[in-house]
Structures are given as C-alpha cells and as structure tokens.
C-alpha cells in the first residue's frame, strides 16, 4: 500500500516540455531540505556524478508472475541492476522540474511510481520508509513507501541505460 502524504509541496506547473540533461552530483539527503521534522536518515548512499541524458526508467523490479514483492527483494534488485534513487537526486529531479523540465517520460503518467531505495527515511515512530514520485495530475510528487508494505508491478527504478 503506498502511502499519498506528499514529503514536499510544490504546486508550479510544467512549462515546458524539455528532458532533463546535463551532468549531476547528488547531495546527501540531510543536505536537500528535504527530510522533514521528526524525521531522520537511517540510510543514505548518494550515486556520485550522473549523466541524466543516459538514464533508464523502465527497470520494473517485480516479474510478470509476480503480484508483488517485498521490501528485502526490491532492495536486493535494486542493488542487482545498480538502481539510482537517492534523496539527493530526486532533490535535483524536482529542481529540473520546477525550471519546466520533464523529468520523467510522459508515458509514465498515471502509470508508475520510481522509487528511490538509496536513501532510507525513518519517522518518529521508528517506521522506516523510502521515498518515490507519482504523478498527481500537475507534476511528479515525492511521497513515501513504508517499508514494511509491498511493491507492486507499477513500481519502477531509475538505473543507467544499458
């Protein structure tokens, strides 16, 4: 079950369609601003330099037999394909974003949910949680996934083109 209560609000609009491009390195997630109050950084392990030009966004972790998987799997994939997906990205995604970018192909609207599993938030009642985007009908979102739910076939990492 994914949780809808938004890490960040940020109700701009796109403006324009570009791709997001150029040369990153991602902040640690203390860093972003966006860890909020009463939450902590259990686990954080930012990509280093990123070339977003070369990014793949279709790497579902769940396989078409499967209904859903658990939280150890999908962090065992993500380490398997060398998911991308810190807190220090999505904080640069969002950036592109609100500059008019898009940041995600827009056939994913609606459709997928990328989850950022290098970076492990833990709120007051000690229940851990990774961030993901969704689209909420204006712009990709931050929310967060609770790790002791399950991921689903909508689900999708971000990794390096093959």
């Not at 940020?10 to 966006?34: C, E, F, M, W």
Request: glycine share 6%; hydrophobic share 40%; charged share 30%.
């Amino acid at each position: 079950m994914k949780i809808r209560t938004p890490l960040k609000k940020d109700d701009s609009v796109l403006r324009a369609g570009k791709s997001v491009s150029g040369v990153i390195a991602p902040l640690k997630a203390q860093d972003t601003g966006l860890v909020h109050k009463g939450w902590s950084v259990e686990s954080d392990n930012p990509e280093g330099k990123i070339n977003l030009v070369n990014l793949d966004y279709s790497f579902c972790p769940v396989q078409k037999d499967q209904p859903f998987i658990s939280s150890s799997t999908m962090f065992r994939l993500a380490d398997e394909v060398q998911a991308y997906g810190s807190l220090g990205l999505a904080a640069i995604l969002l950036k592109e974003q609100a500059e008019g970018k898009e940041i995600f192909p827009v056939e994913s609207r609606d459709e997928h949910y990328f989850i950022m599993p290098r970076t492990i938030l833990l709120n007051g009642d000690r229940r851990r949680g990774v961030v993901y985007f969704y689209w909420n009908c204006r712009l990709w979102a931050l929310n967060i996934h609770w790790l002791d739910d399950v991921f689903d076939g909508d689900d999708r990492f971000i990794r390096l083109r093959e």
